[in-house]
């Protein structure tokens, strides 16, 4: 069973910058994603970045040209570099990975969460 540890969360003010790194244990299956996601309070989960184990990534439009999402495949860990961070970027990020299973995605595991939060 995989299991998500992710770390770097913190607190900075607007314009400011993090990275988030998400260690996978045990090695991941089959064509997969790895990605972020986060939520606020009251709001759903949505996915901030991800990264396909073909190479591929995708943005959510509001972190577009902010963050960038990489991946080290021999050592199971993703990270999310978070540049020019905005007060809207506060939120806990959620780590995930799932599996490509018969033309549908499957989630594998997901992390406990790290806080972000920004200041004005």
């Known amino acids: 069973q995989i299991q998500l540890v992710e770390s770097g969360g913190g607190s900075v003010q607007s314009g400011g910058s993090l990275r988030l790194t998400c260690e996978a244990s045990?090695?991941?299956?089959?064509?997969?994603?790895m990605g972020w996601y986060r939520q606020t309070p009251g709001n759903e989960r949505v996915l901030v970045a991800d990264h396909t184990s073909v190479g591929t990534t995708n943005y959510n439009d509001s972190v577009k040209g902010r963050f960038t999402i990489s991946r080290d495949n021999a050592k199971n860990t993703l990270y999310l570099q978070m540049n020019n961070l905005t007060p809207e970027d506060t939120a806990v990020y959620f780590c995930?990975?799932?599996?490509?299973?018969?033309?549908?995605?499957?989630?594998?595991?997901w992390g406990q969460g790290t806080q972000v939060t920004v200041s004005a």
């Open positions: 045990g090695k991941i299956p089959g064509t997969n994603a």
């Open positions: 995930n990975v799932r599996r490509l299973v018969v033309g549908r995605w499957l989630d594998l595991a």
